[in-house]
Each structure stands twice: as C-alpha cells, then as structure tokens.
C-alpha cells in the first residue's frame, strides 16, 4: 500500500510493535539507586533494563546482521563508531526512508532497544577519540571498551553515569562487554539473521552508514551552533552547514535535495 510520508506520532520519535517510543520519560517508579561499581547510589532505570534483556537475543541478531557488512575479523574504531550510529539512527532511518518504509508503529522492539542502547556507545566512542585515549585506526576488544568508557581515558569520565544529572545505566559489566564484542567481532557462523532480510536490503546498508554518519554529524552542528550567539556570523555559517547535512540526510533516504512530499510503500 503507499502512504504519505511517515510521520512519528510526536517528539518522542518512532514507535515499535509494542507501542514504545525511541525516547521515552521513565516514571519515577522505574528509577532505582545502582548498586554497580562507579555508579554506586546513581538512579537507574530498571524497567527499560529488563525490557533490554528481554530482547536481547533479537538485539544481538540485529547487530550480527549489520556487522556482517564487513569483511574484517575485527572492526577498528572507526568502523565501530560508524556501525554503532547505524543501530541508534535505524528506527528513524526504517520509518523515513523513501522506499519501503515500515509504519510508524510497526518497528520491531529489538530496533528501539538496539537504538537506545547504543546512543550511549556513540557519545563514548566520539570522545574517546576526540581525548586521544584510542585513534580510529585502532583495535580494541569488548573488555577493553568497558574499562575506557567506565572511566579509564584522558576525560576521566565515566560514560556509564550522567554528566548533569542524577541517572545512570543499568547495564552490568557481564552483559554489556558481549554486547560490545558483538559489534566488534565477526559473527559467529550460527548466527541467524534471517528476520532483518525483509527490512534491510543487502545494497541498503551503505545507505544506512550515510544516514547515521550524518545524523551524528547533525547532533555536533547544533550543539555546537546552540553556544554561540544568535545572528553571529560563526552561528550563520554552522547552520548553513546545518541545512546542507540536512539535504544530504534526505538523500541517503532516497529523495531528492528539494523539498516536497512524496509517496512511499509501506512494507
């Protein structure tokens, strides 16, 4: 069937099969002190761990079949960022596309999960390169990643609690190091990915990358531009940039640079 172009239901952003949102405001109920080594008396957001868990096995089916774009037994930094920002931007990236988008509604849970999840690993990854701790070209295992991110890296910021705030996450070390290794490592010859066929073509991924690459690189422009004056010429130029990565976003997802609305089919 086609449809107009899928709109998320509000600022929330995409809704999955369960009716979750991407982004979500926990109850008050949710938020329990953790009892985890440098998170100690930090909330934490329980409800949303067990939700985790309970998908957990169709999370990790998911980042095997991304991962498996890649050739390399393992993936170096800059291959793990870029992958890491295609599972946080995919369920926005399945429900705009031009082609095919699924329904706003319709995401399989484990896309909402994966992008929750991993939004954390992006801000940890961008800053662990940009303090010098690893370089792009570098190689690091699951374990190695935890203690960085944990606070072991020139920041000294423990990527695991809030910068300005009271929460943290609830992820313990014993489950999260798998997680990272799963991005990282080739996928074990056993992993069924079957599922994801009918959401991802094969020649969609570069497409994906593109449109997570820059949705990153659209975060850092607005932060950046929101700490400069209104009307400066600095702030002009950075949303002048702004407006070009926005055309390119549009591109990666199949329409052109100009503005309109255009039909899609829905799967």
Not at 100 to 108: A, H, I, S, T
Request: charged content about 25%.
């Amino acid at each position: 069937m086609t449809t107009e172009a899928n709109q998320p239901s509000d600022s929330h952003g995409p809704r999955d099969s369960t009716g979750r949102y991407m982004m979500t405001f926990p109850q008050p109920e949710d938020m329990v002190p953790n009892n985890i080594p440098g998170r100690e008396n930090r909330l934490t957001n329980t409800t949303a761990y067990h939700e985790v868990m309970e998908h957990r096995r169709s999370i990790l089916s998911l980042i095997y079949f991304l991962r498996a774009n890649y050739d390399s037994d393992q993936l170096t930094i800059s291959e793990l960022s870029e992958l890491a920002l295609s599972v946080a931007v995919l369920p926005t990236y399945l429900t705009s596309r031009r082609t095919n988008p699924v329904d706003d509604g319709l995401l399989p849970p484990a896309t909402i999960d994966g992008a929750r999840m991993t939004s954390g690993m992006c801000t940890a990854l961008f800053e662990l390169v940009e303090s010098r701790t690893v370089e792009t070209t570098d190689h690091i295992s699951g374990q190695r990643l935890f203690i960085m991110a944990s606070g072991a890296n020139n920041y000294d910021k423990n990527y695991f609690i809030e910068e300005d705030g009271p929460d943290s996450c609830p992820t313990p070390q014993h489950i999260a190091v798998p997680i990272f290794d799963s991005f990282i490592n080739r996928p074990p010859a056993s992993a069924d990915t079957s599922f994801w066929d009918k959401y991802l073509d094969n020649d969609e991924f570069d497409r994906l990358i593109e449109f997570g690459k820059l949705t990153g690189q659209l975060v850092y422009d607005q932060e950046k531009a929101s700490l400069l004056q209104a009307g400066s010429p600095e702030r002009q130029e950075i949303e002048g940039h702004i407006d070009n990565v926005v055309k390119s976003m549009r591109i990666s997802l199949g329409y052109d640079d100009s503005a309109g609305t255009h039909q899609q089919e829905s799967i």
